[in-house]
């Protein structure tokens, strides 16, 4: 009995120990805003993987020293949400990073619009 026990203990130490217990690469943000402009959708994710960005007026963000009430963050493949998923003054609520997610990286069309947000790191 004290064998299983000690067994136990210890496949549950390994388990626990070596577990991936964060699966977002970079620093985590929650942020809830609203839609303020046009969402350009891309084509679909395939041999090119595509991103658009879309911006929000800024109702709550957990990075504190964010200054602008809006910001730019890049969703990828955008055509796995519904086709009126995606809607100007609609509130999301979304967990983001500012680091890519992926080992490639992203075409991303409207890619332009984040130079005038001047984040030092894309979301």
Known sequence: MK?????L???FGI????AQT???RGNQFELEGKII?????????GTIAWGTV???EILIF????????SIGVILTCPEFYDDDFFEIGKTYTLTIADENQADFGWTIPNE???EKYKLDKKL
């Open 112 to 114: 332009s619009i984040l």
């Open 22 to 24: 964060d699966l977002i």
């Open 62 to 69: 957990s990075n504190s020293e964010y200054k602008l009430d």
């Open 9 to 11: 203990i210890f496949t």
């Open 37 to 45: 402009n046009e969402i350009s959708i891309t084509p679909h994710c």
């Open 3 to 7: 064998k299983i026990l000690a067994i």
């Open 54 to 56: 879309i911006e929000f």
């Open 15 to 18: 388990v626990f120990g070596y």
